[in-house]
């Protein structure tokens, strides 16, 4: 199996932002699955995420689950910059691993960076 991908952004792919050399970064993964597939695509993300803690440029990750019967969750990744999340997302090996994903999985990764807003973010 392997999960199918969404753009979030219907302007910008991933694949564009790929191509920035902009850091940090944040990458927003959002999947949904079938409730009866969540174990199975918690278990492929442990996998990745196995993977990707080890490359170089990661710094941290964090998964979310919609609340009040919700199988929509959200990953955030923090890392250094474009270039290592696109040297760790194009490996073979990271590659391989997406086909662990259960048939029903769908993710919608987008990459972003912080901005400041007066009075409520710094950047």
């Not at 080890?54 to 998964?63: A, H, L, N, R």
Request: hydrophobic share 45%; glycine share 6%; aromatic share 12%.
């Amino acid at each position: 199996m392997t999960a199918k991908f969404k753009e979030l952004d219907n302007i910008v792919t991933l694949a564009d932002q790929m191509g920035s050399e902009e850091g940090p970064i944040v990458l927003i993964n959002v999947f949904t699955v079938d409730p009866a597939d969540e174990s199975a695509l918690l278990k492929a993300w442990s996998y990745d995420a196995d993977f990707m803690k080890d490359q170089p440029g990661y710094i941290s990750t964090q998964m979310h689950k919609g609340i009040a019967g919700s199988s929509t969750f959200v990953n955030y990744a923090i890392w250094k910059d474009v270039e290592s999340f696109r040297n760790a997302f194009t490996q073979p090996e990271f590659q391989r691993r997406i086909a662990e994903y259960p048939a029903s999985a769908v993710a919608a990764p987008h990459l972003f960076k912080k901005i400041a807003v007066g009075g409520h973010c710094v950047a």
